[in-house]
């Protein structure tokens, strides 16, 4: 996936307390998929239903967190493809009898630990809210 330019003119300043959760979110998302998948074809996953749904389930939850980040929340990440990331989840949400599994193990091992990356970066520069986030970690 091509990264996206940045919208011209909008900056990371501004990023809401929420984009900075949905970015968390999305990398808990990403490291979940890649732990999915493993070393796996797609073949062997698509024997294991709970491993197959649980990755769709990451893909939906990722395309969603994106949909939903400000303009300046994702100009905090920098050049990401994000109009093929919730395109990918539009498609799994709508289209979800015409899954193509192979495509997205192909994304795990491709794309996500640029996404992986560029959002930890991002987290990195980002100083830490302040007060609990009511968000439960599960590490």
């Known amino acids: 996936m091509p990264p996206e330019p940045a919208e011209p003119g909008v900056t990371g300043a501004g990023a809401l307390p929420e984009d900075r959760l949905r970015i968390e979110h999305m990398l ?3 490291r979940d998929a890649r732990l999915i998948v493993g070393n796996d074809v797609a073949s062997v996953l698509a024997a ?26 994702r100009a905090r990440v920098g050049s990401v493809p994000w109009r093929q990331i919730v ?10 009898w015409g899954i193509d599994l192979a495509e997205l193990v192909k994304t795990v091992r491709d ?9 930890e970066s991002a987290l ?3 100083p830490p809210p302040e007060g609990p986030t009511g968000l439960v970690e599960t590490d």
Do not use: K
């Open 87 to 96: 395109g990918m989840r539009n498609i799994i949400v709508h289209v979800y």
């Open 124 to 126: 990195a520069a980002w």
């Open 111 to 119: 794309d996500l630990p640029v996404l992986v990356n560029a959002l």
């Open 48 to 73: 294991d239903m709970m491993r197959t749904r649980a990755l769709v389930n990451c893909f939906t939850e990722i395309g969603e967190a994106a949909a939903r980040l400000t303009p300046q929340g």
């Open 28 to 30: 808990r998302c990403s």
